[in-house]
Structures are given as C-alpha cells and as structure tokens.
C-alpha cells in the first residue's frame, strides 16, 4: 500500500531527526545529512529550513552545521515524564562498569532498531567506541540489538528479517541463518554476545530489560576488547548484565 504524501513527508522528517540526533554534539553538514537519511539533498534542505522555523532543528551561522533544536528539548522534558527510565537504569550502568572495568551501556528499543542512551566507563584503559550515547543499530546488530530481537516471538522475528537487509551494511554475519543462530545461542545463555562482529576486536555482551508487559524494551550491555571478554570470563559478565537487568526491570514494572 503506497503511503500518502503527508506520511512521506513525516517519515522523512524522521529519517532527517535520527540521523541529526547520531552526530548532534559535533553538528553535521546538509550534504552528510542528506547521506546518513537516505534522501536527496535539496529535500533535506527545505526540511531543514522548514524544521528551523519551528525551533527543531538549529543551525550554526559561522560553521553552518546543523543541531537538534530547541523545541525538541521541551519535547523530551514532557516526553520524559512518560517514557524515561534512565534514572533508574543509570545506577545499574555505574554498578557495572565500576565491577567489570569495563564500559557500560544502557539501550532502548526504538521500532526495528536499539538506541544508545547512557554510557559510563570503567576504569580499564583500553575501550571500545562502537557504542555511545545516541548511537543507533538496526535489531540483530550490536549485542544490544540482538539480545532485544532475540527474545521478540518467533513470528516478530521471521517478519523482520524478512523484511530487512543486514547484509548490505553489516556483513554477511548478519545473515537471517547467522542471525538466527546466535538468536538460539543467545535464548539458551540469556544474554548476547557479539564476537567483534562491527569492529575487529571489539566484543559486547547485553542482557535484555523487560517492560511490564514482559516485552524487551531496553538493553544492558558491557563493551570492550576482546581480551577481556575470553570464554572464562563470560559467564561472570554474563551472571552480572542478567542480575542488573532483572533488577532494573522489577524497578521499572513497580514504577509503571
């Protein structure tokens, strides 16, 4: 079914707002912009100018970089009342990151993909930059996406590799027979591990949180190098993402 002009309009407008919200501290060109959302420059543009006027979107006048507005700010301050949770998951993250050494993530699922909101390091000297806050992986990619796709039902899952190409980006690890393979491993452990698939040598292990309705809506995950993720220790990080996450989650129902 074709989608109306006004709901292609506001899809883009999204596409153009994620993109925006990844590279938001240091700013971004329109042409990069346009790149990262998908859609012709001169498109990006007029919703750019359009986006400015109404205070979503700024621009930089000397560097001509554009910005999340402030409009958006009040948005999420009235949204947050609702949705935010990250007062609860920021102990967590610091629990972790401070008993592990390494660095600590906290990730919400956003339709088909998993959104970074909170990162805290530990204080191994060596880290991993695959994630920060804001950063967004399609379900099936980063340990945070999995873990959220792998405990999705069988029938979310089938639609959504159907529907969705990993490959193209992400490499032929994240074929649907690959992906569902490591979706088995992962239902048999309880958490996620991804083996330096994004980065060489960058490995991750998430447990998944669950809302009141025993849906997994967030993600716990602890990222660093290889080294420090060898098959010994996994089951203590393992052990450690479960408990915070399950605690993070009893917090989160009793508060709903």
Known sequence: MDRTPAARTVGRVGAVLRALSTVNEAGVGTTELARAAGLPRPTVHRL??????????????RSG???????????????GRRYDVTHHARESVHRLAAATGESAFFSARRGDETVCL????????????????????PLGVVSAGLVVLSFLDDAEIDAYLERTDLVSRWGRAHGPDAVR????????????????????????MAAAVFDRAGLPAWALTLTGVE???????RPELGALLLREAHALGRAVSAES
């Open 65 to 79: 970089r554009w910005f999340l507005g402030p409009e958006l700010y009040l948005l999420g301050e009235a949204a």
């Open 181 to 204: 393979d490591r979706i088995a491993r992962t239902r048999t452990d309880g958490y996620a591990v991804n083996p330096g698939l994004i980065v060489e040598g960058s490995w991750g």
């Open 118 to 137: 909170l990162r805290e390091d530990g204080d191994f000297p060596i880290r991993s930059f695959v994630l920060y806050e804001g950063a967004r992986f």
């Open 227 to 233: 080294t420090r993720f060898r098959p010994e220790r």
């Open 48 to 61: 750019l100018v359009s986006l400015a006027e109404e205070g979503f979107v700024d621009r930089d006048r």
